[in-house]
Nanobody, 126 residues
Framework: QVQLVESGGGLVQAGGSLRLSCAAS????????LGWFRQAPGKEREFVAA????????YYTESVKGRFTISRDNAKNTVYLQMNSLKPEDTAVYYC???????????????????WGQGTQVTVSS
């Protein structure tokens, strides 16, 4: 089992910044990647970014490239999502997720992830 705890959400004006954190505990050694997803009201959950624990390869959805940065601290088992130049359309509940054990497929899809955090609300006002 892997436990994930997100923090760092809040209310910010358009153009502002927030940093989300996701602290992982439990059997994290078998998880190859950690991702961030978001879900806005009335919309499906969508991929935002992901990072591999080993090597640190990163992945982003097109709409956040150049604005969001995902990073990790392996010693702390924590992954961060730095969000800059926020837009109202970034408003959503943000979830972190840990991949299935020894997963070798694409990290862009929700099916890749077996463990999910409780979510943290990000609201961007115009």
């Amino acid at each position: 089992q892997v436990q994930l705890v997100e923090s760092g959400g809040g209310l910010v004006q358009a153009g502002g910044s927030l940093r989300l954190s996701c602290a992982a505990s439990g059997r994290t050694f078998s998880s190859v990647a950690l991702g961030w997803f978001r879900q806005a009201p009335g919309k499906e959950r969508e991929f935002v970014a992901a990072i591999r624990w080993s090597g640190g390869t990163t992945y982003y959805t097109e709409s956040v490239k150049g604005r969001f940065t995902i990073s990790r601290d392996n010693a702390k088992n924590t992954v961060y999502l730095q969000m800059n130049s926020l837009k109202p359309e970034d408003t959503a509940v943000y979830y972190c997720a840990a991949s299935r054990s020894y997963y070798s497929g694409s990290v862009y899809y929700a099916d890749a992830y077996a463990y999910w955090g409780q979510g943290t609300q990000v609201t961007v006002s115009s």
